[in-house]
């Protein structure tokens, strides 16, 4: 009996039953097979990258004479189309991302998917590795198809960065008169202003984001032409250079200017490059770590808390307890700034292994990179709402501020520390103002103690 639901295709290893509808072919199928491992797939920012790659090679084979005219052009709108339509072509491209280590699955999955497209257009038998991947190995293309996500992630990132400094700024200025207490090691300290505390925020920010744009051109130098080892077996030498210029022409619409690497091999048998823009993601993980719990701090109580923000309420926070807000959002994007430090984590160990002439965990690297970069991403304006709408509690933050002995610390330069210890000492002890106790230990006026500790001169 005829089975309508699948057709068997050939590969070097025998006959293998493929979905009938399916574009993919047999190395595809093999993949399903063999890797249920965790059922998570590349993103689809990966398969985008990596058609463009494909339309890319395709018109440098055409114009190193490898492929003809038809065959070429062909290959290149048929990979645009996946490129730009990713949606339609996700469910071709099922394999799971923890597979072979040079992601060679994963190649042949598009291979096999643009052979078929292209065969039934131009209604001649187009093959997945003599025709698609002509020029190329796994090898080259999956570590050039991180480079690309990286690259073009990292532009995303980097806007979104800049509306988060944009909203930062006109926060600063909103709060640039409210002063309160300062804290260090969660303790009392010296005032400073709201706004000075948020352009802290920015400038850490700021810098986060230098590190990652220095990452981004160093990403900008691709592997393609190395072939399978970085020795440009069975690549014509214009190849790179052409490959790379119709990747520009791809992404014209982006500040990206992608370049062949001078040695190939680097970026095959190392991933150290992408170490290094795991750990600009990292960067920024760890600021927006710092901002979340410094908002959650700062919204803490309402009671019994130091309240002197009000994150804007956005969910009931209790099963149980009414009427509970809970800071929902920094408490989401903690949570993805740690997956972020366990991608992290997981990276070193991939980038550590590379041995001799190529790294055998691109696609975990890949995965975790992806991730990374969508998580910060979201989070940013996620973030952004937040800042933007809490709420300053001005009357607990004047009644902190005034309850802190610790602007005693401006009395050193007239009566000095010994003494100002004291008073703070006893400012503690007594639950008094300090310019309580400093009257009735200094022969200075309340005049001169209010002019000396005025806030807006303590910072």
């Known amino acids: 009996m005829k089975d309508n639901k699948y057709r068997v295709e050939k590969d070097s290893l025998g006959d293998v039953k493929v979905p009938k509808k399916a574009l993919y072919g047999a190395q595809t199928q093999r993949a399903i097979d063999n890797f249920k491992i965790s059922w998570q797939r590349f993103d689809p920012i990966f398969i985008e990258s990596l058609a ?35 949606k339609d072509y996700y469910d071709e491209f099922p394999i799971d991302i923890y597979q072979t280590g040079s992601g060679t699955s994963t190649n042949m999955n598009m291979n096999e998917v ?108 691709l592997p393609i032409g190395g072939t399978a080892i970085g020795t440009s077996l069975n690549a ?26 001078p040695n190939k091999s680097e970026m095959m048998s190392s991933q150290n490059h992408i170490l290094s823009m795991n750990s600009a993601l990292l960067r920024i993980a760890s600021t927006y770590t710092k901002i979340c719990n ?30 509970k807000i809970n800071p929902v959002i920094p408490e989401a994007v903690l ?14 160990s991939g980038c550590m292994s590379g041995n001799f002439q190529l790294n055998t965990m691109l696609p975990i690297i890949a995965h975790n990179l992806i991730d990374s970069f969508n998580l910060i991403i979201n989070s940013t304006f996620a973030l952004v709402d937040t800042i933007n709408t809490f709420k300053v509690n001005k009357s607990n933050i004047k009644d902190n501020l005034e309850k802190n002995p610790i602007i005693a610390t401006k009395l050193n330069e007239v009566i000095g520390y010994d003494q100002s210890a004291a008073i703070v000492k006893e400012a503690y002890k007594t639950n008094k103002s300090i310019i309580e106790i400093a009257l009735g230990k200094t022969e200075l006026s309340k005049s001169q103690l209010l002019k000396i500790l005025d806030p807006k001169k303590l910072i």
């Not at 339309?55 to 490129?83: P, R």
């Not at 052409?242 to 520009?248: H, I, P, R, T």
Request: glycine fraction near 4%; aromatic fraction near 6%; charge should be neutral.
């Open 294 to 323: 410094d908002l959650r701090w700062m919204n803490s109580g309402p009671i019994s808390g130091l309240a002197e923000i009000s994150l804007k309420p956005l969910q009931p926070g209790s099963s149980i307890m009414p009427g």
């Open 335 to 348: 949570m993805a700034m740690t997956q972020v430090s366990g991608h992290h984590s997981s990276t070193i």
């Open 114 to 221: 643009l052979s078929n497209i292209v065969s039934k257009k131009i209604k001649k038998s187009i093959h997945p590795n003599d025709d698609i991947n002509k020029s190329q190995s796994s090898n080259d293309v999956i570590p050039t198809t991180i480079n690309i996500c990286g690259v073009v992630l990292a532009e995303e990132l980097c806007d979104a960065i800049d509306y988060m400094v944009i909203s930062m700024i006109e926060k600063e200025w909103e709060l640039r008169d409210v002063i309160k207490s300062g804290r260090t090691h969660l303790m009392d300290a010296v005032p400073l202003s709201l706004g000075y505390e948020i352009e802290s925020w920015r400038e850490q920010l700021v810098h986060a984001k230098e590190v990652v744009v220095f990452s981004k051109e160093e990403l900008e130098f």
């Open 236 to 261: 014509p030498k214009p190849f790179p250079k052409n490959v790379c210029s119709n990747l520009n022409k791809i992404y014209s619409s982006q500040n990206i200017k992608f370049k062949p690497n």
């Open 52 to 86: 463009a790659l494909k339309a890319s090679c395709a018109m440098a084979n055409h114009s190193s004479k490898l492929l003809s005219q038809k065959v070429a052009k062909s290959i290149y709108s048929s990979a645009l189309e996946i490129h730009k339509n990713i």
